[in-house]
């Protein structure tokens, strides 16, 4: 990582609420846990690397009703849910 992209994710991160007040809490790791243990989980759904985390179909910015909707996840690599965030984020942005 370069040194800029660096500082500006350290700038952007300052700004950025704790996984706790994202919904992100224990009722929350233990179930993502247990979803991604499932042998159909096992790799992530847009790459196929292994699978490190859940990422939400429906993001839980614009429907945090769905954060717990099991149907509403899907399996993925902490790589393509950076990628997925940072579209979603510039698409807030900029939208169509």
């Known amino acids: 990582m370069a040194a800029s992209d660096a500082q500006r994710k350290a700038r952007f991160d300052k700004k950025r609420p704790p996984a706790r007040h994202r919904g992100y809490d224990k009722a929350w790791e233990t179930e993502a846990k247990a979803f ?3 042998p159909e ?3 992530c759904a847009r790459c196929g690397a292994k699978a ?3 990422m939400h179909i429906k993001s839980i910015r614009t429907r945090p009703d769905l954060r717990m909707v099991r ?3 899907r399996p ?7 990628i997925e965030a940072a ?3 510039r698409t ?3 939208p169509s």
């Open 41 to 43: 989980n096992e790799l």
């Open 52 to 54: 490190t985390v859940v």
């Open 71 to 73: 149907s509403n996840w």
């Open 76 to 82: 993925g690599c902490q790589r393509c849910n950076a």
């Open 87 to 89: 579209e979603e984020r």
């Open 36 to 38: 991604l243990s499932l």
């Open 92 to 94: 807030e942005r900029n």
